[in-house]
């Protein structure tokens, strides 16, 4: 068996050959020689999306999708322990994320919530094939700053629309929380029918956009205070 050095390029041919045991193993040794855990994070999600390239053209069937799913769960379980922890109170904020109606898809969305929760924000995850009504009962009690919605297929983009106006249509100015849409089939488009505030694109971007948020939400509290005298 030929040896190659450990690269994220290699890991990337690895997953995209599914070869799950070399998988795991390749990624030990990029974390036992330092590599950064969010770059092994997005080769991941770069392969996958090959992956499904391979699907759509028939190359691979459901089995190939199935076995890439559980790779990625392997290596995020790997990874996820040498995420930096920054050293953060916690409680910066309240994020709602689910996966919409129809779609069981949950990778993204799982890593998206284990990382929004490393960096101090209390998540609350509805899971997946979740209705609009369902987004609207836990908005009202959980009363999130954020929502992050996740839909990987483009039926259900439907379902996205619907949940993000029904949560424009029944919660009040004062407490609406901002909306984040994610998830491979999303372009900007999508983002403009729905009505949503952002697309993100991958756990970096959620948690600089979370922070962003967050800090605009606290100025806006400061200007509404009187000043002290
Ligand atoms: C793995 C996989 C599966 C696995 C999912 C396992 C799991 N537990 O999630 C299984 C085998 C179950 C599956 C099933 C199906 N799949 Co599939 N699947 C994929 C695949 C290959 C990878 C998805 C993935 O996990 N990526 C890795 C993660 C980390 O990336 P991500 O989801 O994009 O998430 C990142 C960001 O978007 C963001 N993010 C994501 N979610 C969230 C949420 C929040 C709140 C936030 C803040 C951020 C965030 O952060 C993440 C990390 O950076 C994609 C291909 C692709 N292009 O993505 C197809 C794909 C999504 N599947 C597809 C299809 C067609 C199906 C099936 C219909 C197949 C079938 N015939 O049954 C079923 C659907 C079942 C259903 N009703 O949902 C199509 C959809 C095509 C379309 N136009 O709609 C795709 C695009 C493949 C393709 N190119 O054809 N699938």
Known sequence: ???????????????????????????????????????????????????????????????????????MKQIIDMVMPYVKTPQVPSGRGKVLIGTVAGDIHDLGKNMAGAMLTTYGYDVKDLGVDVRPEQFLEETWRFQPHIIGLSSLMTSGHGALTQTVQLIRQQVPLEARPIIFISGAMIIESVKKRSGADYVVNNVAETVFLCERVMLEAKGEQNAKQPAAK
Not at 18 to 26: E, G, V, Y
Not at 47 to 67: N, Q, R, V, W
């Open 1 to 71: 068996m030929t040896n190659y050095k450990p690269s994220l390029e290699r890991l990337s041919q690895l997953i995209t050959l599914l070869k799950d045991s070399a998988c795991r193993r390749m990624t030990r040794q990029l974390l036992n020689m330092g590599t950064d855990p969010t770059q092994i994070m997005e080769v991941c999600q770069k392969s996958l999306i090959d992956i499904g390239h391979k699907y759509e053209t028939g190359e691979y069937f459901i089995a190939g999708l199935i076995m890439a799913g559980d790779i």
